[in-house]
T-cell receptor, first 115, second 111 residues
């Protein structure tokens, strides 16, 4: 079962709200990722977790806060966002960072609109 | 600097009209090259991984090939349901934790 599940599918929030995006995978993958994608652009890497530890933070503003509670779950906490943060947020997983196979498996994404 | 360039940006074909999408890459050692399909508002769907020059992979009407500088995604006798954006991505040896995406080719198949 190659599936990454993201919730919610759609989220509308004001600039003062606090919300969270959730991601779950049961493929036994040890690397998990958050990407941000704007319309007609490729996905942009935000964070990478490897074995539940933050491995990469692509200079993302602190209003985005990732969390990896266990090897199957990845959260993205959102606070004081700006309208320009509106985008499709994609979660992905891969077997690990060092293995020969490196393909990412993506979830369906969470469409975020900041008013 | 590691880079991925896809062409054309957009391609409109008639149903049944075969064509190819191009992905040119410059990396300091290729760990893997990946092709994804993305439908509007959805996450990318994994299609193929290619590891070394000369390798080919096939799935239904799609065939991916790899040389030392580029990859092609050949689409044979496409159908309207093949309409999507096709993304190419590479994982270089210099940065195992990062996948670098191209900007994609938007493919539209007219019935």
């Amino acid at each position: 079962d190659t599936e990454v599940t993201q919730t919610p599918k759609h989220l509308v929030m004001g600039m003062t709200n606090k919300k969270s995006l959730k991601c779950e995978q049961h493929m036994g993958h040890r690397a998990m990722y958050w990407y941000k994608q704007k319309a007609k652009k490729p996905p942009e890497l935000m964070f990478v977790y490897s074995y539940e530890k933050l491995s990469i933070n692509e200079s993302v503003p602190s209003r985005f806060s990732p969390e990896c509670p266990n090897s199957s779950l990845l959260n993205l906490h959102l606070h004081a966002l700006q309208p320009e943060d509106s985008a499709l947020y994609l979660c992905a997983s891969s077997q690990d960072l060092a293995g020969l196979t490196g393909e990412l498996f993506f979830g369906e994404g969470s469409r975020l609109t900041v008013l | 600097e590691d880079q991925v360039t896809q062409s054309p940006e957009a391609l409109r074909l008639q149903e049944g009209e075969s064509s190819s999408l191009n992905c040119s890459y410059t990396v300091s050692g290729l760990r893997g090259l990946f092709w994804y399909r993305q439908d509007p508002g959805k996450g990318p769907e994994f299609l193929f991984t290619l590891y070394s020059a000369g390798e080919e992979k096939e799935k239904e009407r799609l065939k991916a090939t790899l040389t030392k500088k580029e990859s092609f995604l050949h689409i044979t006798a496409p159908k309207p349901e093949d309409s999507a954006t096709y993304l190419c991505a590479v994982r270089p040896y210099s940065s195992a934790s990062k996948i670098i995406f191209g900007s994609g080719t938007r493919l539209s198949i007219r019935p």
